[in-house]
C-alpha cells in the first residue's frame, strides 16, 4: 500500500530563493558577529578584533573583504596620521540587524530549553543594541 502524498500548504519560494541570498552573505563563519559589532557604529580593525573574541586577524581581514565586496559594509580611510581605516554598516548591513537580532532571541530560548542560563545583563545589552533596551 502506499501512502498519498500530501500537498504542502506553505507558499513556494522563488526559484532564486530570496532565505538562500541572504545566507550566501550572512553564512561566513564570524559574519553576523562582525556585522552586529558594526550596528553600534563605525569600527576600526583593532576595535573589531576586540569587539569579536576568537577572531583570528587574517579571518577578519577576509571577512571583511568579503562584506564590503557584497556590499554589506563600506570601508572608509580617516584622513588621520598615521591614516586609520573604519568599518561600517551599509544601508544593506543595516537591514540584516533585526533578523540578526531576531536569532540571537531564537538563541536565548534555546539555550534556556537546554538549561543554560543566559546571563540578564548579556541580553539587555543585546537588546540595547537593538533598540529594544
Given at each position: 500500500?502506499?501512502?498519498?502524498?500530501?500537498?504542502?500548504?506553505?507558499?513556494?519560494?522563488?526559484?532564486?530563493?530570496p532565505v538562500g541570498e541572504c545566507m550566501v552573505l550572512l553564512g561566513g563563519a564570524?559574519?553576523?558577529?562582525?556585522?552586529?559589532?558594526?550596528?553600534?557604529?563605525?569600527?576600526?580593525?583593532?576595535?573589531?578584533?576586540?569587539?569579536?573574541?576568537?577572531?583570528?586577524?587574517?579571518?577578519?581581514?577576509?571577512?571583511?573583504?568579503?562584506?564590503?565586496?557584497?556590499?554589506?559594509?563600506?570601508?572608509?580611510?580617516?584622513?588621520?596620521?598615521?591614516?586609520?581605516?573604519?568599518?561600517?554598516?551599509?544601508?544593506?548591513?543595516?537591514?540584516?540587524?533585526?533578523?540578526?537580532?531576531?536569532?540571537?532571541?531564537?538563541?536565548?530560548?534555546?539555550?534556556?530549553?537546554?538549561?543554560?542560563?543566559?546571563?540578564?545583563?548579556?541580553?539587555?545589552?543585546?537588546?540595547?543594541?537593538?533598540?529594544?533596551?
Open positions: 500500500m502506499s501512502l498519498k502524498i500530501r500537498k504542502n500548504r506553505a507558499a513556494a519560494l522563488p526559484p532564486t530563493c564570524w559574519t553576523p558577529n562582525i556585522l552586529w559589532s558594526l550596528s553600534a557604529g563605525p569600527r576600526r580593525f583593532s576595535e573589531l578584533r576586540i569587539d569579536v573574541p576568537g577572531i583570528s586577524a587574517k579571518v577578519l581581514s577576509t571577512r571583511l573583504k568579503e562584506l564590503e565586496e557584497k556590499g554589506a559594509i563600506e570601508r572608509r580611510i580617516m584622513p588621520t596620521s598615521p591614516p586609520s581605516v573604519e568599518y561600517s554598516l551599509s544601508d544593506l548591513g543595516e537591514e540584516f540587524i533585526p533578523a540578526i537580532h531576531a536569532i540571537v532571541e531564537v538563541g536565548y530560548r534555546l539555550k534556556q530549553r537546554r538549561g543554560v542560563e543566559v546571563v540578564r545583563s548579556e541580553k539587555a545589552a543585546v537588546d540595547a543594541v537593538a533598540g529594544d533596551g
